[in-house]
Every structure is written in C-alpha cells, then in structure tokens.
C-alpha cells in the first residue's frame, strides 16, 4: 500500500488539502484526515455507477461509442444551437472552466454555473454592496466570534468548525474556549448545539432580523418589541456580543440565499459587516458549496468580466442573472440545446426546467450515472479532478490550491474533452 | 523572420538617441545590428519609434483585481468587446477583464506590465491570470511590509533569516520583487486599527514602518535583487501626509544597491507619490506638498518614483492598503470589498468617482501633474495611474498629451477642473511640456532600468527584445503642443507594435492576438544553511497558523508556461547574467 | 406623427432581442431599410421582416415617428431600449426591458410588460397598462444608480424589487406589487396604489414612498413620524390618512420617507 500525502478533497468548498490517500492497485482504499462525504468521495462508496464509455442515446437506449463519436455529436449540437446553454462547472478543474468560458464564446452560448442555484443570491448582493472578506486562517488565528448564518457545517462542510472554530490559532490559544460561536438558523441542528448562542429566528424572516440588529448596531431603537420571532433585549443583547468582537466573522450558508428575499438578505448581511467595522473588525466568508464552484465564478470573471450567468450570444458577454441563469433560460424555454458538465441539474433543478431539458438535446460530461446522464442524449465520461488529474481549485474563500493526481485514468479529462468539442466546433464554425 | 523598421525618428533615452532617423534591424525576436537585403520592411518615414512601453507598477491579475472585475458588472457593461479575429471576448473599462488587458496594452505600444501587489497565499492565482493575458511580458510583486516571518525576524534583529525567508517566498511564489504596503498599517488593520506615520509600532510584532522598510531595503541589496523595494508609504490619501513621504524617503538612503541582475542604480521605488503629497490637517485646509516632495527627489539620487497621475475617470480603486480602502468606503459610501490574507497582508477595493467638477479630485490631478512637471530629471519618474486606482491604464495616451501640452492642461483647468486645482496646487502655473525624448523617458527607460530589466527592455539598441512601438506622429510637420488630440489619438492606437519581433498591431488593430508573454520571477537562494533554519519555523507556523500545508504553498512550474527565472541557478558563475533565451510562443 | 406598423409574426421560442426597435433607429429610412434592420434571434442576427410584416410611413425625426406594434411579441426583448424621442405602441403584451434605458419619447404597451421595463429610465413616458415583472424602474446589477427620470406607470400589478435604487421620477404602480419595493431607493417617488407584501423601502436611503393599500409586514429598522392628512407628493395631492415613517435606519444617512394609508394598516404602527 502506498500513502500519497496532501491530497486535495474534491468535494466541499473547504477544500482540505491535508488529505492521505492510501493506494493499492491504483485504487484509493482509504483516506486519512477526510472527513465521512470527503472519503466516501475518495473511496467511491457513494454507490454510484461509473460511466466507463462514452454513451449515445438511440431511442430508449444508451449505447457504447467512442470518444471520437461523442464528441462529433455534441460539436454539432453545441454548433448549430441558437441559445444553447452550457451548466455546471463547479467540480472540475479551472483549466477546462476556461476551455468551458472559450467554447461559450465559439457558439454564443450561456455560460452558467452552480452558483446559479446555490450562491448566486450571494454573488448579486456583493455586486450591489460589497465584499469583505478574510481567508481561513485569520479565523482560526483572531476571531473571537464566529456567526453561522442559515447553514449547518457539522452537515455539509463537516470539518469547517474544527479547522476555523475549534482549532488554536496564533491568538486564540485555547481554540474554541477563545471563541463565541453564534448559530443563526430558524432550526436546532448538530451546529446549532455547539452554540453559545442559537438564534432561531422565524422562517423566511432572515432581513427583518438583519434590518433591526443594523439598526441596533448603528444606536438607534426599532419599531417592533419582536422582530422575526426574536424578543428586542435580545437582539440588543446580539448586537452587543457583535460590536464588541475583537474579530469577528460571518459564515453564511443556503438558509439564508434561499430564504425569502434571496440576494437581499446577504445584502443586508454584508452591510452589516461593513458597519461593524466602525466599532470592531469584521468580515465574512460564504459557506460554498461544491469544491471549485468559486473558481468557475473566477475563471469566468478574469476571462469575460462577469462571475456566471454569461451570455455570449451575440460575441459580446453579457450578464444579467434572472434572464441569463440555466433556471431562467430553461424555464423560459429560451435554451434549444444544453451541455452538462460536472454537476447533476436533473436532481437539484424545478421540475419546469427539467420538462425543457426533457425536450432538447442534452450533453452530459459526467464521470457517474445521475439524474442528468438518464435524459442526456450523449455521455463523454471523464477522469476524475483531484483524484485521477491535476488541476486548480479555489476555496469557498479564494485561495487557490492545485489539486493532485492520485491514481491513474485511461479516461480523458474534462479539460481534453471540451479542447476537443472547442476544436471540432471551430471547424465546424468555419465551414458554415 | 527578419525585419528593418525603416526611416522612423527614434526615441531611446537609455541609448541617448533623440529623435535621429534611424532604421531597427530585427532578428529572431532581437534587435541586431543589420538584416539581409530580403528583410520585411517596416516603413516608419514620417513616425516615431519607441521601445515597447514598460508598465513598472499596474494592477491586472490576481485576487482582487478579480474582485474589482466581479463586483462591479456596471463598469465591466461600460466597456465591452466581442470575439472576432482571433480576439477573444471581453469587458470592463476600469478593470478590463485579462485578454482584454492584453490587447489593450499592446494597441497602446506596451509590451511589458508588472502586477504591484501579489498576496503570497494567493499567488496561484495572480500567474492563472497571467496565464490568460496575451502580448505582455510580466511580473508580479509578493507583498512582504506586513507579513508576519518578516516583522518577526526584523524584531529579533536576525536580517540573514529575513534575507533568507525573502529568497524563499519569491521562489515559492514566483515573485519579482519586495513590495511593502502600508507597512506595519495592514496588519493593524487585521484588527481593524491602523498605523500614522513610521514609527507607529504594529500590534504585537512590535515593529515600524520605518524598521520594515529599513530591514527589507538591506535585504534587498542582500539579495541583490534587479529591481529596488517597492514602497507603497504609509498614510495613503491623507492630508499632511508628505511628511511620512519624505521620511519614509530618506530611511534607506545610505544604502548601496548592488543588483545581481540589470543595471539598477536606486535604492528604492516610491510608487503612486501623487496620493503622498498632500499638506494641511484635513480636507478643508488641504493643500499640495507635490513642489515639497518634487524638491526632495530633485535633490536626491537614490529614489525613482512614480507618479499615479488621476485621470478624471470614474474608476476601481485597489490596494494592499486594508484600512485605506475602508476609509475610503467610509467617505464616499461605495460598495467596499476586502480580503484580510492571514499571515501576510490584507486588501480592499472601493470604487471611485473622479469628478472634474469635484474639489478633491481636481486638486489630486493637479497634484500629480506638478509631481510631473516640477521633478527637473525624467530619469526619476515613471508614468503611471496606478492602473486602477487613480484611473484605468487606457488613460496613459491622455496622461502623455497633457504633458506634451500645456493648452491640453490649460483648457481643462480653465473649463473643467474645480477651482481647488488653482488655489490648492500651482499646476497652472506650470508651462513646462514635455518632449517626445520625456516621454520615452518616464513611459519605457526608467521603469526598465529601475526595474532591471534594461538589458533587453526599455530601449532599441542592439541586444534588446524587439519590443517597439510605431506611432504616427510626425514632430517635423505637427505641432505637438497644439495637436494634443492627435497625439492622444496616436499613443492610444499605435501604428505598428512589435513584441518579440512580431507585428501584433498594425494600425491600432491586433493582428497576432494569440501571442503570450513571459514571466519574471526570481530564483535566488540566500545562504543555504540560513534557510534551512528558516524554514523549520515556516513548516512550523504553516502547521499551527497557516489554512494549507506547506507543501501545497508553492506556486508549481506548471503555471508559469514561459519561464524566465532570474539570479539563482539560470544564470550560474555570473554576477550581472543574461537571461536565458525563451521565445514569447504561442499558447 | 408617420405611422410605422409592425405586425408580428410567429414569436419564437429562442426569443428576439429588439433594442434597435426605436423611433430613433427608423428615422431616416425608407419601409425597405427598415425591413433589413437586424434584430438578434438567439446567436444570430436577422431582418427585423423576418419576424414583422413592416409597413406604414417613416420619417427624418425620431420625434415624428411613431411605432405600432400591432399584437403580441411575448417572447421579444428590449422594445424602445434606450430612445429618445418619438412613440412606441405595442398593442399587446411584450417581454423584458421594455423602454430600459429610455430618455424620451413615450412607450405605450397595452398588455403585460417582462422585468425589467424601464431599467435605468431617464426620461420620458413608460405606460404599462397590464401587468408588470420584476425591478421595473431598478438599476443595472451592481449600479447604485438607477432610474433616473421619467414617468413609469403600471396600471396592474408588478413583481419584487420595483424602483430598486431609484434616484428620481416617477414610478406609480395602480395595482399591488410583491416584496422589496423601494429598495435601496435614494431618490424620486413611488406611488403603490394596491398592497405590498413585506420590506417596502428596505435599506432606503432617500426619495418617498406612498402605499395606498396594505402593508402586510413592515421593516423594523423605521422611525414612525405619526398621522397626516392629505399628503402633497410632486405636487399632487392624495387624499386620506397616512402613517409617516422615516428610515431605513438599518443605514447609514437614512432618509427615505413612506406613507402607508391608516386604513388596514394599523397593524404595522406601533
Ligand atoms: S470538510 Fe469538505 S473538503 Fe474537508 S474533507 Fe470533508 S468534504 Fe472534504
Ligand atoms: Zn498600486
């Protein structure tokens, strides 16, 4: 057996790169330091069907091609759609993002990623008011209060808290004793239990709360005894434990992107934040979710000026979430042919927008059986990043870290299959 | 392959060549002495001739160049270009996102940009960009004035682990030079105060500005690094502040440089000095210390600044600079980001609106402009706008016709500008204009030879990259002064722009999109057993403070596709060495 | 005025993207140029005669110009963007960006509007007579500067985050509207004639608001100014009994006015 250290996890937006892989027969047996979603990932127990061939669609059936083959066929369609729209993105490498952002361009298409359903909300309430942010260390080094807002890390980014919150840091010796955890969240969760404070505010009720701690923050009263379900010496009390923070930081997750109001309520949140920093130091770090769903959001920002929702349609980029979004397209029946990389929109997307992909051609590049690969019409399977290629992955907070290679793959990588769809409709292009 | 520019009139201050019709042999990507008679002919009669412009400080690629791009689609909206000839697509007017970056430099006849703030944690990043930015030839600069190995060792006195650690980082991250910002006030700001002046120690490190500049100046000559440290000064933006300029100044003056590489004869580079000038106690009894600071670098030889002139834009405003950028948020109340970078620096980022109309920006422009025309020898100044934040590098063809045109300047401050730039500045008391031969100067010459780079960049003598711009401005037949338009117009889209021997503009139009720079790094080792102590502290913090591991800190090679490692191994047993050949290739 | 009459014909489903559709951009041409005008379907650009059966009479000014659209173009986007001068009538309902960007001239649709009509209006008239979507009169992502000037009237309903960083005109909504109207709103007025579901005004900083009908929740972060009668809003006056409130004190420089009618509304006084 062999032990291949500091491996990069390909799954969450904390993106542990303290990870051991044990090797036998190029086969990752087991991991150590991973939490239980990052080794299952690692060790494929997720029970998932591998795609070990390039498939095409004939009627009812999937039937085994050959690269070559599959690749012609989505050239064609990527080629000879008027609004195709191309979704996903964020567990691949940055690499093939940017081929991803060039073949947009080549058949003016929509450009979008995961952030469209996840931190989409986040990504539009930073365009109107800004983006104070640190990196992780910092938390674990300074903050003495650390806010979950609307997420549960002990769930989905399971060693979050023990990497940022329980950890010693350079002046926070004691770790978590050095800190006041506060949970935000209108449940009790297996975070909410660690917290020195849970706040469980009233569903869908998240800017109202915001609104009035603000505007507690900045002295003056509010209008309303309760606001959100909270009592106001409460929120006088929370207002308190914020502005004397010596560092504090807000983590904020989907509870409060998806909650009414989406892209306000961390509207508000971020200006909150800002303000804090008149009476302490503040910042705040949004809980991302996929591994390198922050690098698509940066690739696709360095190479066209916008972070998702592109679209390329006329040779200039444009962007306006709301028309431009995968939902959007697909819910307006605007998209006549989509491609799928890297994420499963058959599982996570409204049922509207899944009846529009039932109805168009559907290219999915996807190393399992998903949702998403029962209604493609074509299948290039690929190796997977982090695990069987190298490439870069930024963290739910910008850091950027090079995936390693752990195993070997007779599988093209998704960056070499989109090269190969990107030359192929080029030539196609050409010849029109 | 080979080529002659012909009949151009040239400006090579490094080569003391004025204006002399000359013609430009090229060969292989060089300039060489003569061509063979079937050499393509480039025919300059009636233009000008310049090397490839060198932008010494700019900022174009890294993490909060993106932020700037990503949280601001209304000014990405402002500008925006279309794929077609092999261009690829793209926006942003203040923050231009990176192919467009490219072209843009290129079709103003620029051919080499520096990135002048790289957080080393996020370097990685800074070279991806790169890595998608056609034409240019580049480098990007760690921050090391608040990184907490550098405070540390400085404090205990120990400059061989300073030197030592420096070596290491610009390796590590594939830096090119020292660059401090605010030092000692960003890591203040981690805990959301800041430092006023130099000798305002940092919370715990217990250092000054004053001691980190002193210690990474020794360190520098140290290591005999081609460029000089890079000094943002403390107290950006601040009335009263040319103070700490000068102070900040005159610390390393006694210093010798003793670059390993290049031909570098000044000890330190002050950049953006045009937001370090400002005297009074606050906004309302502002007025410009510029002729103060001018009078200083008049007298002194150990200092090459430049200038971040303001150029009336709305724009993007970004720095290293943590608590500036929140007390700018503070004054104008626009959207604020900000990254604190644990261990080593922080950053912000604010838009910024500068109104002719406005009192303050009109009295920043004629700051810069009498740092421009007061300061008597070009030889220490470079132009810049700090490219975002005093206003986009687009700007600099505009930045070059008010300096060749004191009626350019008049007109604007007679019809545009507020009256503070009369009362608060003496700009308009200036006639000077500067020659085609200034230009040069400040926009190619100083910023190579400052930056060590002047072997190859920065002139047209034999040895160089052919880096050369064309323009069509005939000093013969125009009046430059009156023509101001026309020169804007001239500098902005070059007639032809060579880079590595290949016309990639013709006409102001690019022809060769697909051409991609090379990266400068330094790959220099200081005392091998020095570093090995070092760095059994580095694995140590990085295992108890840092957020990844050691091992996964370095840049690796595979991001730096064009290579040009300075110092160190590539050039072996030679003091001052060549840089080894590598051809700007296609991607 | 010369009359140039679109009349649509199929609406594809891959929509069209008609900003050049302006009195502004027909002035001058004859009927034949103003067929081979280009419109965007989806990535391609095709005549304007591909998707309209055009006739009518042109002119050399814009403001002699008026349009008809004569039935539906649901799936047609940016109608008027960014005119000037002139008329437009679409006699039927219409997509998104309606008169976005428009400083002049009047738009006429007698339908329902998409999102974002008027988006970054400086001038002229926007009549909506069906309904409306979202951020009708807002401000492009990321700009804290939006509509500007002009009057934007919606005789329905209209969706989330109408008038979002509003700076000055007029935006009336005769019908309800969903959540957020007024957000971020620093200037100019917006009048609601029917019911507001929650966060009027959020995060305002300037500029008034007026809601005739009924504020199901309201925002903490407002300062309650008490009872007036027969409020006076761009000189016109509205009858009745209104709560006044300041705010949104949540922000910094808060100094957004609403008035919310007293009747049904007791609820949100404190
Ligand atoms: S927390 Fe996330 S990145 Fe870390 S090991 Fe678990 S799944 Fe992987
Ligand atoms: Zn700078």
Request: proline share 5%.
């Amino acid at each position: 057996m062999e032990l291949v250290k500091n491996v990069v996890c390909p799954f969450c937006g904390t993106l542990c790169d303290d990870i051991v892989c044990k090797v036998e027969n190029n086969e990752i047996v087991g991991t150590i330091n991973a939490c239980r979603i990052g080794h299952s990932k690692f060790v494929h127990t997720e029970g998932a069907m591998r795609w070990k061939k390039p498939m095409i669609r004939q009627g009812d059936e999937f039937v085994e091609t050959t690269y070559d083959d599959a690749i012609e066929k989505a050239a064609h369609v990527l080629a000879d759609a008027k609004r195709p729209l191309m979704y996903g993105w964020s567990c691949t490498d940055c690499d093939a993002q940017a081929v991803g952002v060039e073949l947009a361009e080549e058949t003016g298409a929509v450009i979008d990623n995961t952030a469209s359903v996840c931190h989409g909300p986040s990504v539009l309430a930073l365009q109107d008011v800004g983006y104070p942010i640190c990196t992780f260390g910092e938390v674990k080094n300074r903050a003495d209060v650390v806010v979950y807002w609307g997420c549960n890390p002990m769930h989905a980014h399971p060693r979050h808290l023990s990497r940022n919150v329980f950890s010693r840091g350079f002046f926070r010796e004691r770790g978590r004793a050095d800190r006041t955890l506060v949970v935000v969240d209108p449940r009790k969760s297996d975070s909410s239990k660690l917290a020195d404070v849970h706040l469980q505010l009233d569903f869908d009720k998240d800017y109202e709360l915001l609104d009035a701690i603000r505007t507690v923050v900045r002295g003056k009263d509010i209008l309303y005894d309760e606001v959100a379900g909270i009592p106001r010496e409460q929120i006088y009390e929370v207002a308190e434990v914020l502005k004397n923070a010596q560092f504090g930081i807000l983590f904020f997750g989907m509870g409060i992107t998806h909650s009414r109001g989406k892209h306000r309520n961390i509207d508000t949140a971020i200006c909150l934040v800002q303000e804090l920093n008149d009476y302490s130091k503040w910042t705040l770090i949004p809980m991302r979710g996929h591994y390198n769903v922050t690098g698509f959001n940066q690739v696709c920002t360095w190479e066209s000026g916008y972070p998702y929702c592109v679209d390329f349609s006329t040779g200039e980029p444009r962007y306006n979430p709301g028309e431009t979004g995968a939902n959007d397209l697909l819910q307006n029946k605007e998209a006549d042919a989509m491609m799928v990389i890297a994420s499963d929109p058959g599982a996570h997307f409204p049922q509207n927008a899944i009846m529009r992909m039932a109805e168009i051609p559907v290219i999915a590049i996807e190393p399992h059986r998903t949702p998403t690969t029962e209604m493609a019409d074509v299948i290039i399977p690929p190796a997977i990043v982090g695990m069987e290629a190298e490439g870069t992955a930024y963290r739910m907070e910008g850091v950027p870290i090079r995936m390693r290679k752990v195993v070997d793959s007779d599988l093209l990588t998704d960056k070499q299959i989109l090269e190969r769809i990107r030359d192929r409709v080029k030539e196609l292009q050409a010849s029109k | 392959m080979q080529k002659i520019i012909k009949n151009g009139m040239i400006y090579d201050p490094l080569n003391n060549i004025d204006g002399e019709k000359m013609d430009i042999c090229i060969d292989n990507g060089k300039i060489v002495d003569s061509v063979a008679n079937d050499a393509e002919v480039i025919d300059a009669s009636g233009k000008i001739v310049m090397a490839g412009g060198v932008d010494p400080h700019t900022h174009i690629a890294g993490a909060k160049v993106n932020v700037g791009r990503m949280y601001r689609p209304e000014d990405s909206k402002r500008d925006v270009m279309a794929r077609g000839g092999g261009m690829r697509a793209g926006s942003g007017f203040s923050v231009p996102s990176t192919f467009m970056t490219g072209y843009r430099y290129a079709q103003m006849g620029y051919t080499t940009a520096m990135e002048a703030a790289m957080p080393p944690l996020l370097a990685r990043h800074t070279h991806e960009e790169f890595h998608d930015m056609p034409i240019i030839d580049h480098a990007a600069f760690p921050l090391f004035g608040n990184n907490w190995f550098i405070m540390k060792y400085l404090k205990e006195g120990d400059l061989d682990k300073t030197a030592a650690y420096s070596a290491w980082l610009l390796r590590a991250t594939k830096g090119y030079a020292i660059k401090i910002v605010n030092p000692a006030g960003t890591e203040a700001w981690a805990w959301g105060g800041n430092v006023h002046g130099i000798n305002d120690p940092v919370p715990y490190f217990d250092v000054t500005g004053a001691d980190i500049i002193k210690g990474l100046a020794e360190v520098n000559e140290m290591l005999g690094l081609p460029h000089a440290i890079h000094l943002h000064c403390n107290d950006l933006g601040h009335p009263g502040n040319y103070e700490t300029t000068i102070a900040s100044f005159d610390i390393p003056k006694n210093i010798v440089p003793k670059p390993k590489y290049g031909h570098r004869d000044k000890i330190l580079y002050a950049t953006h000095v045009q937001f370090h000038c400002y005297g009074g106690t606050n906004w309302r009894d502002f007025v410009s210390a510029a002729p103060k600071v001018a009078d200083y670098v008049n007298k002194s030889d150990h200092i090459v600044i430049d200038i971040g002139q303001v150029t009336l834009d709305e724009t993007t405003t970004m720095t290293a600079d943590g608590p500036m950028e929140y007390d700018l948020h503070s004054l104008n109340g626009l959207k604020w980001a900000n990254c604190d970078v644990e261990m080593e620096t922080g950053s912000g980022v604010v838009p910024f609106i500068y109104a002719a109309r406005a009192p303050v920006p009109a009295s920043q422009w004629g700051v810069g402009m009498e740092l421009f025309l007061e300061i008597k020898d070009p030889r220490k100044i470079c132009l810049t706008t700090d490219s975002p934040n005093a206003g986009p590098f687009t700007r600099y063809p505009r930045v070059m016709a008010w300096l060749m045109s004191n009626k350019y300047r008049m007109n604007l401050i007679e019809n545009e500008l507020h009256k503070w730039a009369q009362t608060k500045t003496t700009v308009a008391t200036l006639d000077r204009e500067y020659s085609l031969y200034e230009i040069a100067q400040v926009t190619r010459a100083t910023s190579a030879k400052v930056l060590g780079l002047s072997d190859t960049k920065g002139h047209l003598g034999v040895g160089a990259d052919a880096d050369i711009a064309v323009y069509d401005i005939n000093p013969e037949t125009q009046d430059l002064s009156a023509e101001y338009m026309a020169v804007e117009k001239a500098f902005s889209n070059a007639a032809y722009v060579l880079k590595d021997g290949e016309i990639v503009v013709l006409d102001g139009t690019m022809v060769k999109p697909d051409l991609y720079g090379r990266t400068y790094w330094i790959n220099t080792k200081y005392k091998p057993e020095v570093e090995q102590e070092v760095l059994v502290d580095v694995e140590k913090w990085f295992r108890q403070y840092y957020s990844v591991n050691f091992e996964n800190y370095p840049v690796q090679e595979d991001y730096i596709p064009r290579s040009v490692p300075l110092l160190g191994d590539s050039v072996p047993g030679e003091a001052s060495g060549k840089e080894p050949a590598i051809e700007g290739a296609s991607k | 005025m010369s009359e140039i009459i679109l009349n649509p014909k199929v609406q594809p489903q891959v929509p069209l993207e008609a900003q050049n559709v302006t009195p502004d951009m027909f002035a001058g041409k004859s009927i034949d140029e103003i067929k081979n005008i280009e419109i965007w379907f989806g990535n391609e650009q095709v005549s304007l005669s591909e998707f309209f059966d055009v006739e009518g009479e042109s002119a050399d000014n814009a403001s002699e110009i008026k349009i008809i659209i004569d039935g539906d173009v649901d799936n047609t986007k940016r109608i008027g963007q960014g005119m000037t001068a002139g008329e437009i009538v679409i006699k039927g309902n219409t997509s998104m960006y309606v008169g976005s960007e428009m400083e002049g001239g009047k738009i006429t649709v007698e339908g329902d509007a998409g999102p974002w009509a008027g988006r970054d209006m400086k001038g002229g008239e926007l009549t909506i007579m069906g309904d409306a979507g979202d951020y009708i009169g807002s401000s492009y992502r990321g700009d804290w500067r939006g509509m500007s000037g002009g009057v934007l009237t919606v005789y329905g309903n209209a969706g989330n985050e109408i008038a979002e960083y509003m700076l000055g005109g007029k935006l009336v909504v005769k019908g309800n509207v969903r959540i957020m109207p007024g957000v971020h709103m620093n200037g100019g007025t917006l009048i609601i004639g029917g019911d507001v579901i929650a966060r009027t005004g959020g995060e305002m900083k300037g500029g008034t608001i007026v809601v005739k009908g009924i504020i199901d929740e309201f925002l903490p972060g407002f300062e309650f100014l008490g009872v007036e009668k027969d409020i006076e809003i761009d000189g016109e006056l509205l009858e009745g009994n209104y709560f006044k409130f300041k705010g949104d004190n949540a922000t910094k420089g808060a100094g957004g006015i609403i008035y919310a009618a007293t009747k049904g509304n007791a609820h949100i006084a404190p």
